[in-house]
């Protein structure tokens, strides 16, 4: 049976320009390679679950207009059940303007749209599919108190809960009690905790910080160094896989969508923060947010060549 997963979260268009580099205040880069690309971290992570083979349900908002109807096209052809992904006529879609420099790094800029109007009936709606699911997967790209809302309900009812805490912002302490696995990078680790993680040492103190805090298990992300766990039974780092970066765009995206798909299937957290580096380390060979998102297949190929 596949895995049953649930996304709260948004959909925006990606406008991607690359430059040589980032524009600092009052600079005009000539920029190339334009090109506009469905993306959004609620879209992306379920665009990674479900072409690693998950069953997945989008929830969310989009705008009556060209971005809305491409958003709903795409997640359509790729098998993910939009009956929950509201039109709404009074808002535009989401957009993600986004600068790539040289190295693959990337500058984004966000107007939310319709994604900033989803609201407690529109949960309320998809109440019967959450609960139904083996995973719930939750970012804050959306408004705070409709996702943790979503989390209520999913943790009254035994659904396993994941937050992508992205972009950062402070969290209500019962909210991060109500977490299984909180999955925040660097940046957003520092803001939750006041810990500026450079080293596995300070990733360490940090994830266990969150976890003092009442989350069940915190998987902090580290880019090429892979990622630290900690949780109730271990505290371990998970090293990166060393790949060639052209896009860094999705890669937090697709390490989400890997990790409750694998966890989903049963893996153990540590096996499961493997395939999730996989699927990160696919996803920044290739330019775009949810066109490099890998299938099973190339993950389990990736892992093979590299055991």
């Given at each position: 049976m596949p895995a049953k997963i649930a996304?709260?979260?948004?959909?925006?268009?990606?406008?991607?320009?690359?430059?040589?580099?980032?524009?600092?205040?009052?600079?005009?880069?000539?920029?190339?390679?334009f090109r506009t690309i469905p993306g959004g971290k609620g879209a992306n992570q379920a665009v990674a679950a479900a072409r690693l083979g998950a069953e997945v349900t989008m929830i969310g908002r989009v705008g009556d207009d060209d971005f809305g109807r491409a958003q709903l096209r795409n997640l359509g052809e790729l098998g993910i059940d939009t009956t929950h992904v509201i039109v709404d006529p009074e808002a535009a879609t989401g957009i993600a303007l986004i600068t790539l420099d040289a190295s693959g790094q990337?500058?984004?800029?966000?107007?939310?749209?319709?994604?900033?109007?989803?609201?407690?009936?529109?949960?309320?709606?998809?109440?019967?599919?959450?609960?139904?699911?083996?995973?719930?997967?939750?970012?804050?790209?959306?408004?705070?108190?409709?996702?943790?809302?979503?989390?209520?309900?999913?943790?009254?009812?035994g659904v396993k809960?994941?937050?992508?805490?992205?972009?950062?912002?402070?969290?209500?302490?019962?909210?991060?009690?109500?977490l299984d696995y909180l999955i925040p990078n660097e940046s957003e680790t520092a803001l939750l905790t006041g810990i500026e993680v450079?080293?596995?040492?300070?990733?360490?103190?940090?994830?266990?910080?969150?976890?003092?805090?009442?989350?069940?298990?915190?998987?902090?992300?580290?880019?090429?160094?892979?990622?630290?766990?900690?949780s109730a039974e271990e505290s371990v780092h998970v090293p990166g896989y060393?790949?060639?970066?052209?896009?860094?765009?999705?890669?937090?995206?697709?390490?989400?969508?890997?990790?409750?798909?694998?966890?989903a299937q049963g893996q153990n957290l540590a096996e499961a923060a493997r395939y999730a580096n996989a699927?990160?380390?696919?996803?920044?060979?290739?330019?775009?947010?949810?066109?490099?998102?890998?299938?099973?297949?190339e993950v389990e190929e990736f892992m093979k060549g590299r055991s």
């Open positions: 996304v709260v979260g948004s959909l925006n268009m990606d406008l991607v320009v690359r430059a040589p580099h980032m524009p600092i205040p009052g600079e005009t880069v000539i920029g190339s390679d990337n500058s984004i800029v966000l107007a939310s749209g319709a994604n900033m109007r989803l609201a407690r009936e529109d949960i309320n709606a998809a109440q019967v599919t959450i609960v139904q699911s083996d995973v719930l997967v939750l970012q804050l790209e959306s408004p705070l108190e409709v996702v943790t809302y979503a989390i209520d309900i999913a943790h009254a009812e809960v994941i937050l992508n805490p992205a972009p950062a912002r402070p969290l209500p302490e019962e909210t991060l009690a109500r450079t080293d596995i040492h300070s990733a360490k103190e940090a994830a266990e910080r969150l976890r003092e805090e009442g989350v069940g298990t915190v998987i902090l992300t580290l880019g090429a160094r892979g990622a630290f766990l900690v060393k790949v060639e970066v052209v896009d860094t765009t999705a890669a937090g995206d697709a390490f989400v969508g890997g990790l409750a798909v694998a966890l699927a990160g380390a696919l996803a920044v060979t290739r330019l775009g947010a949810q066109p490099s998102l890998p299938t099973r297949q």
